[in-house]
């Protein structure tokens, strides 16, 4: 957390909520069983699993090969067992063999078992695809692999499922909106597949997370769900605060802050507005409507949805003389952008004259009424 303080009133609370992804983070394609069947299961219950009914999983297991197989056999032999009837199978691990597996079905599950639970771990990003046209659901592993989460569902009612614990991060992203290049990693098979991080693989953060931070970059989703497709310049004031605090983020980075504050809105963005910064800016207006900025800046975007944020909160000058104290509950123990983003904020609003905050909160007034604009951030005042 970071206070930035200029008087003695109430402090505007600014809550970047943005994910700080960490270097290592991986990303998992993860199939909800054949023909999808498990998709409703792996949504209601926060989890994502195998088909894998019997196994009795713990770390011990997963990372030593010749114990899996014996778990892999005995869950092949329960499966078979549900399916078809017969005898029973044991339940004892070490009655199954540990030689190599011949059967190519067995080779394959024992390998995602030991994917899911040796090598996904806290903090991976979980992509799960629903039927050919239907949305994809992302979300985050939430805990390490723990031996005492596990299911019962209705398709093996006498069996527990070992699971992965995941937060949805959303409430799926239609097909259409996910681009081309991306869609190849979603095709099957395996059930799980690690996706190898790369410039182009890594725009499935984008998609997952509204506002993140990912090395010297960040990326904002800037939404504006009521613009109605009719008014060409219902967008404006929308476009114009984002272009005004990308501008000043710039005259802060160039040490210039005293100059842009002297300067009208407009004049300011003449003035300071810096391409450079900014890796890509795209407005999308089908449904809902929304507008992304990624920054080549690990402050910049989330400068920008904190400065917008302030001004759709309306908050007037006098109050911003109080300070901003800046939190971030998405990422509580990332404490460097917000300090970064905090820091700049502050100097920001103690420069600005009364004209331009009314001005900037006029523009989002606007904004708000044209297109319903919205950051991720949220802002309230401390008393």
Same mark, same amino acid.
């Given at each position: 957390?970071?206070?930035?303080?200029?008087?003695?009133?109430?402090?505007?609370?600014?809550?970047?909520?943005?994910?700080?992804?960490?270097?290592?983070?991986?990303?998992?394609?993860?199939?909800?069983?054949?023909?999808?069947?498990?998709?409703?299961?792996?949504?209601?219950?926060?989890?994502?699993?195998?088909?894998?009914?019997?196994?009795?999983?713990?770390?011990?297991?997963?990372?030593?090969?010749?114990?899996?197989?014996?778990?892999?056999?005995?869950?092949?032999?329960?499966?078979?067992?549900?399916?078809?009837?017969?005898?029973?199978?044991?339940?004892?691990?070490?009655?199954?063999?540990?030689?190599?597996?011949?059967?190519?079905?067995?080779?394959?599950?024992?390998?995602?078992?030991?994917?899911?639970?040796?090598?996904?771990?806290?903090?991976?990003?979980?992509?799960?695809?629903?039927?050919? *046209?239907?949305?994809?659901? *992302?979300?985050?592993?939430?805990?390490?692999?723990?031996?005492?989460?596990?299911?019962?569902?209705?398709?093996?009612?006498?069996?527990?499922?070992?699971?992965?614990?995941?937060?949805?991060?959303?409430?799926?992203?239609?097909?259409?909106?996910?681009?081309?290049?991306?869609?190849?990693?979603?095709?099957?098979?395996?059930?799980?597949?690690?996706?190898?991080?790369?410039?182009?693989?890594?725009?499935?953060?984008?998609?997952?997370?509204?506002? *993140?931070?990912?090395?010297?970059?960040?990326?904002?989703?800037?939404?504006?769900?009521?613009?109605?497709?009719?008014?060409?310049?219902?967008?404006?004031?929308?476009?114009?605060?984002?272009?005004?605090?990308?501008?000043?983020?710039?005259?802060?980075?160039?040490?210039?802050?005293?100059?842009?504050?002297?300067?009208?809105?407009?004049?300011?963005?003449?003035?300071?507005?810096?391409?450079?910064?900014?890796?890509?800016?795209?407005?999308?207006?089908?449904?809902?409507?929304?507008?992304?900025?990624?920054?080549?800046?690990?402050?910049?975007?989330?400068?920008?949805?904190?400065?917008?944020?302030?001004?759709?909160?309306?908050?007037?000058?006098?109050?911003?003389?109080?300070?901003?104290?800046?939190?971030?509950?998405?990422?509580?123990?990332?404490?460097?952008?917000?300090?970064?983003?905090?820091?700049?904020?502050?100097?920001?609003?103690?420069?600005?004259?009364?004209?331009?905050?009314?001005?900037?909160?006029?523009?989002?007034?606007?904004?708000?009424?044209?297109?319903?604009?919205?950051?991720?951030?949220?802002?309230?005042?401390?008393?």
């Amino acid at each position: 957390m970071l206070v930035v303080r200029a008087g003695v009133g109430p402090l505007i609370v600014v809550d970047i909520a943005t994910k700080i992804i960490p270097s290592d983070a991986a990303i998992w394609v993860i199939f909800p069983g054949l023909g999808r069947r498990f998709l409703e299961i792996f949504l209601g219950h926060d989890a994502v699993f195998l088909d894998t009914p019997g196994i009795r999983l713990w770390p011990a297991v997963v990372n030593d090969q010749a114990r899996l197989r014996q778990h892999t056999r005995m869950s092949a032999a329960v499966t078979n067992y549900v399916r078809k009837g017969g005898t029973p199978p044991s339940r004892n691990p070490t009655t199954y063999s540990d030689e190599k597996l011949e059967d190519g079905h067995d080779r394959v599950l024992a390998s995602n078992v030991r994917k899911l639970f040796a090598r996904v771990k806290k903090g991976d990003l979980v992509i799960v695809p629903g039927r050919q *046209f239907a949305p994809v659901y *992302f979300g985050e592993v939430v805990t390490d692999f723990n031996p005492e989460d596990s299911l019962t569902i209705a398709r093996y009612p006498n069996e527990e499922i070992p699971v992965r614990k995941v937060k949805w991060l959303n409430d799926g992203v239609p097909r259409h909106q996910i681009p081309l290049d991306l869609q190849m990693y979603l095709s099957k098979p395996p059930a799980i597949a690690q996706v190898a991080r790369s410039a182009v693989s890594d725009r499935f953060f984008n998609l997952a997370y509204p506002s *993140f931070v990912l090395a010297e970059k960040s990326a904002v989703i800037i939404d504006g769900p009521q613009y109605d497709g009719k008014n060409p310049l219902a967008t404006y004031e929308a476009n114009v605060l984002v272009s005004y605090f990308i501008s000043a983020f710039s005259a802060i980075e160039r040490e210039e802050l005293e100059s842009f504050a002297k300067l009208d809105v407009f004049a300011a963005i003449d003035e300071f507005f810096d391409e450079s910064l900014i890796q890509s800016f795209s407005q999308n207006f089908n449904s809902p409507g929304k507008f992304a900025l990624a920054a080549l800046s690990a402050a910049m975007a989330v400068f920008v949805s904190g400065g917008i944020a302030i001004s759709l909160k309306g908050t007037n000058a006098e109050s911003l003389k109080s300070g901003i104290e800046v939190t971030n509950s998405v990422s509580p123990h990332d404490a460097h952008i917000a300090k970064d983003a905090g820091v700049k904020l502050g100097y920001l609003y103690k420069s600005l004259h009364k004209d331009d905050i009314d001005k900037l909160n006029g523009l989002a007034k606007r904004a708000r009424k044209n297109i319903g604009l919205r950051t991720p951030v949220k802002v309230e005042q401390k008393r």
